[in-house]
């Protein structure tokens, strides 16, 4: 399919028009079939083309940049790079005594959050859509208010939460006027270092559940009824229903929400920057966190390298993620 | 879900309104924890939005008592100086010019892609398309820094479109997912017989695909709007002229820069959360149908 010679000599050479080349392509294949796939993959070239483009010096280059980074020392000043090799994964996974440490810390916390919020996210999201998926009245309505956090996270609803959250805020005030004043926090959710990443988890999954409850509904929407119909007939109650019909049929979708929540645990870190910037102390830093502020916080010193070497380390590690979550999925089904 | 499932065929076939499951005391309290859960959640999804409408009504003094969420005075006095006082509405200029540019053209460029994708044949589809997919896994950080420099050699940092052309590819993936997944579900038949009639490649994208697709599109729009409208990280590190910020760098300005005033912050962050919920609003009906689609396809 290459840019082919004229067709006429080949055509006497070979009466079916096919080259050694076309071989993959079915037959039969005129001269006017050729040209007309030949045609449509030049469409598909045009088509593709600004995407294609975009990609090459947003994605590509600056993937590759990244990579090469990660094996130098700068500071985005200096006139040249100091190659360092390996030093700088060394550096960050065991051999600094400054950096090693942070990292490993960082690493913990990021730990508990991937484990924390998918967890949290599919076990109020799942039953959440079987009860929405249960009633006719004001479902249309509920489902909007329950997209909201989705649609509105970012700085402006960190911001409430911080609000809420700090010393005299409203949630100390709700605890103590229910009589669970023993609950509430004097130095404020994100003051005290004990509280401030289960806070934060807890405001990831209230941000994380709409999706899922998304996905789970459409799963329960476009599920068999008859499938349904046969466990009640065969004596199963409501709740043996959901467990043993429902919830394994829709493993995939539990999936899908489990990586898309794994990946945004391992690398989001934009709720970290604005409610506590890794604080107090480092007890609220992630690896996300900690690679932007190697890169964009830390003035002249030159952890440039480090940083694209910590971003790189998470890449791999999703990467992992993701692949052994696809076997994990697939063995339990 | 079980329960109405089984019982709307029988619905139909009988009365249609007087007949109903009869009521004994066991539904009545399953429907009553049903809704008092659904209700519960429905509190806990609008509890900072409450927060955030009480305090921009509240004054200045109002505003550091705390503790009640219904403003004694309530006065729109914070919401107009907001607005005007704070340069809020140039902001909110930037920030929509920034969402429209980036949304129109992650419509038109990866409605163009997915088509090839889903529809042409030529060499490297294959491999081109998983390309795109792997990019979903590579952490937006790790981009960050170069894309930074880049655009400082191209002259394009701090301005709009150094925000808007990071934005356009950091969706490709997600983009060239749903939207292949939409037009492999058009029937090829369609395309044959137009290509009959002598309708162009570009008039049948145009004139069969796109129509077709339409919740396809409009869920793509919603998925870049919303996260652009919203986006902090890379806004921070590119745009240094307060002239040129959006509504979510503006906001952390105004945080930065004094002692909280968390009535005028909380009105900021309104006029922030307002536009977007509004569009997802209007637009939602269709997000759930092309989400649907994503999901079967």
Do not use: C
Request: hydrophobic share 50%.
């Amino acid at each position: 399919m290459s840019v082919n010679v004229t067709p006429t000599p080949r055509l006497t050479s070979r009466p079916d028009g096919t080259s050694g080349k076309n071989r993959k392509v079915k037959p039969p294949s005129s001269p006017a079939a050729r040209r007309s796939r030949r045609k449509e993959a030049l469409w598909g070239f045009a088509f593709i083309a600004p995407a294609v483009i975009l990609f090459a010096v947003m994605g590509l280059y600056t993937v590759g940049y990244g990579f090469l980074l990660s094996f130098a020392q700068w500071n985005g000043f200096w006139p040249d790079w100091n190659w360092v090799g390996f030093d700088n994964y060394a550096d960050l996974l065991w051999r600094s005594p400054v950096y090693s440490p942070i990292v490993h810390d960082a690493a913990w916390n990021t730990l508990w959050v991937m484990i924390a919020v998918p967890v949290l996210t599919v076990a109020i999201a799942f039953p959440l859509a079987v009860v929405l998926n249960s009633v006719k009245r004001l479902s249309g309505v509920l489902r909007s208010i329950y997209f909201l956090p989705y649609v509105t996270t970012g700085i402006a609803v960190y911001f409430a939460w911080q609000y809420i959250l700090e010393p005299n805020g409203a949630l100390n005030l709700l605890l103590k006027s229910v009589g669970l004043g023993s609950l509430s926090q004097p130095q404020g959710f994100l003051g005290n270092p004990d509280t401030a990443l289960p806070t934060l988890i807890i405001v990831m999954v209230w941000s994380a559940v709409p999706v899922a409850m998304l996905l789970f509904l459409t799963g329960l929407q476009t599920m068999d009824s008859s499938l349904l119909e046969a466990a009640q007939l065969d004596g199963a109650g409501w709740w043996r229903t959901q467990f043993s019909v429902v919830w394994p049929l829709l493993r995939p979708i539990t999936a899908v929400i489990v990586l898309l929540n794994l990946r945004d645990s391992l690398q989001g870190f934009q709720i970290f920057l604005i409610m506590t910037n890794g604080g107090p102390g480092n007890a609220t830093n992630v690896l996300g966190l900690e690679t932007y502020r190697l890169a964009f916080l830390n003035e002249l010193a030159p952890t440039l390298g480090l940083a694209s070497a910590l971003g790189w380390i998470l890449f791999v590690v999703a990467l992992i993620v993701a692949f052994v979550n696809q076997r994990a999925m697939r063995r339990l089904g | 879900m079980s329960a109405s499932a089984v019982s709307t065929p029988r619905r139909a076939t009988g009365a249609p309104s007087k007949e109903r499951a009869p009521r004994n005391p066991r539904t009545i309290i399953s429907r009553s924890v049903v809704g008092l859960l659904l209700a519960l959640y429905a509190a806990i999804s609008l509890y900072p939005f409450a927060w955030m409408v009480s305090a921009a009504f509240k004054d200045n003094e109002e505003v550091l008592e705390g503790g009640h969420l219904i403003p004694r005075n309530p006065t729109l006095q914070t919401f107009s100086d907001t607005w005007s006082q704070l340069h809020f509405f140039d902001y909110f200029r930037n920030s929509l010019q920034v969402t429209l540019l980036t949304t129109v053209l992650v419509v038109v460029v990866y409605a163009a892609a997915s088509y090839a994708f889903a529809v042409l044949r030529f060499p490297g589809r294959t491999a081109l398309y998983r390309l795109f997919l792997v990019l979903l896994f590579v952490p937006g950080v790790v981009t960050l820094l170069p894309i930074v420099l880049l655009e400082h050699e191209l002259n394009i940092l701090g301005t709009h479109w150094g925000l808007v052309l990071p934005f356009v590819n950091g969706t490709a993936p997600l983009a060239v997912l749903l939207l292949t997944n939409a037009f492999s579900t058009v029937p090829s038949e369609l395309r044959e017989s137009a290509r009959m009639d002598g309708a162009g490649e570009l008039r049948v994208f145009a004139s069969i695909y796109l129509p077709l697709a339409r919740p396809a599109l409009i869920t793509i729009a919603l998925l870049t709007a919303i996260p652009t409208w919203n986006e902090y990280q890379l806004t921070r590190v590119s745009l240094n002229d307060p002239d040129s910020y959006t509504l979510p760098i503006a906001l952390q300005a105004m945080q930065s820069e004094s002692v909280v005033q968390y009535n005028t912050l909380m009105a900021a962050a309104l006029i922030l959360v307002v536009p977007i919920v509004l569009l997802f609003l209007s637009a939602q009906r269709y997000f759930v149908n092309g989400l649907m689609g994503a999901v079967k396809g």
